[in-house]
């Protein structure tokens, strides 16, 4: 049974930083496509960043160079660094996986961004 467990959201100023983690379970993190996905009041769901098992990155125009989206192969981990955040950013971050042709979210964390 796979599950994805996501952890480190938080309330933080504007020009903070969070790291969130993506733990995963039931399968391999290293031979899947890991991505993270947020969603804000009253918008739909959108794309931040993916990571593929080859290793390489994506990233949504309006998160590039202020999100880092890496992996540890050893914790089966996949993390989110989220650097210079905007109260734009203030939504629910779901990670998503796609593996062996099948997909999976986890239950999301809050992430706000406010003074």
């Known amino acids: 049974q796979v599950q994805l467990v996501e952890s480190g959201g938080g309330l933080v100023q504007p020009g903070g930083s969070l790291r969130l983690s993506c733990a995963a379970s039931g399968m391999i993190c290293s031979s899947a496509t890991i991505s993270w996905y947020r969603q804000a009041p009253g918008k739909q769901r959108e794309l931040v960043a993916a990571i593929t098992s080859g290793g390489s990155t994506n990233y949504a125009d309006s998160v590039n160079a202020r999100f880092t989206i890496s992996r540890d192969n050893a914790k089966n981990t996949v993390y989110l660094q989220m650097n210079s955040l905007k109260p734009e950013d203030t939504a629910v971050y779901y990670c998503?996986?796609?593996?062996?042709?099948?997909?999976?979210w986890g239950q999301g964390t809050q992430v706000t961004v406010s003074s």
């Open positions: 998503h996986a796609r593996f062996v042709g099948n997909y999976y």
